[in-house]
């Protein structure tokens, strides 16, 4: 009798010992998976968000002459481009981790708009800011999104917005007058270029689109300072704008 008690005893020590040793092995699993969740969040969280990468300037003075018509309308947040899709996925998972968190919403947003998903991304910029309405950068990258849709009371609503929250934002007067030239709105896109040159007297892209509005209400005086200011802080803008120059000399 006693002999069948120990062997008894014995085997359920053993089946107690698998079980305490299985658990252990679980919780240290899971325990592992919660901290790579964690280190991963961490280090994506140590990547600068919009409003970081843009900082305190406006942007690269550097212009083009297949860009000049064109607004601002590059994502502040250049950290997620088309090829970088680990980081695309790492939004997807902290998103699905913590759907209250706004920041991953901003830099999924972003980076839907660099790969031209444009609704998508406003769906996010949505989010974004109904979690944290603000931040300024939302705003204008949302902008940039109903801008592209030609979505124009909405663009100007969150350009609009950003002046609200930032008010010497050269990119969101600029922007606004790119509106108002799309709306044929001259007038009106000339009072928004007024903005941009008094916070940013460099800006050769501004003079030649406030140039062309000018032109356009047929005030060619001023049209004709305003190129001139143009190729002065961008000489690539010379050869285009100098036969304009001319026939506005002529017909003045």
């Known amino acids: 009798m006693n002999t069948f008690i120990n062997r008894m005893s014995a085997i359920l020590f053993v089946f107690i010992l698998i079980a305490v040793l299985g658990g252990c092995g679980k919780k240290k699993s899971e325990t592992d998976g919660k901290d790579t969740v964690k280190k991963r969040a961490q280090d994506i969280n140590k990547i600068r968000d919009s409003t970081d990468?843009?900082?305190?300037?406006?942007?690269?003075?550097?212009?083009?002459i297949e860009t000049f018509h064109m607004?601002?309308?590059?994502p502040r947040d250049s950290a997620y481009k088309v090829q970088n899709l680990k980081a695309f996925e790492d939004m997807n998972l902290?998103?699905?981790?913590d759907s209250l968190n706004p920041g991953p919403y901003l830099d999924r947003?972003?980076?839907?708009?660099?790969?031209?998903?444009?609704k998508e991304a406003i769906r996010d910029y949505d989010m974004y800011i109904k979690l944290n309405p603000?931040?300024?950068?939302?705003?204008?990258?949302?902008?940039?999104a109903h801008e592209r849709l030609k979505q124009f009371d909405e663009a100007l609503y969150d350009y609009s917005k950003?002046?609200?929250?930032?008010?010497?934002?050269?990119?969101?007067?600029?922007?606004?007058?790119?509106?108002?030239?799309?709306?044929?709105?001259?007038?009106?896109?000339?009072?928004?270029?007024?903005?941009v040159v008094k916070r940013d007297p460099r800006l050769a892209k501004a003079y030649?689109?406030?140039?062309?509005?000018y032109e356009r209400v047929a005030d060619y005086d001023r049209a004709l300072q305003d190129y001139e200011k143009a190729v002065q802080y961008n000489p690539?803008?010379?050869?285009?704008?100098?036969?304009?120059?001319?026939?506005?000399?002529?017909?003045?």
Do not use: C
């Open 134 to 144: 603000y931040n300024h950068s939302a705003y204008q990258n949302r902008g940039t």
């Open 236 to 252: 690539k803008y010379k050869d285009e704008l100098a036969k304009k120059m001319d026939y506005l000399n002529y017909t003045k």
């Open 71 to 74: 607004g601002y309308n590059i």
């Open 109 to 118: 947003g972003n980076h839907l708009l660099n790969i031209q998903k444009t």
């Open 162 to 195: 950003v002046i609200e929250l930032k008010p010497n934002d050269t990119i969101a007067f600029f922007n606004k007058g790119v509106v108002y030239d799309a709306i044929e709105n001259p007038w009106q896109a000339i009072k928004e270029y007024d903005e």
């Open 208 to 213: 030649y689109n406030r140039g062309a509005a």
């Open 53 to 64: 990468i843009y900082g305190t300037g406006y942007f690269d003075y550097k212009d083009t």
């Open 94 to 97: 902290l998103i699905a981790k």
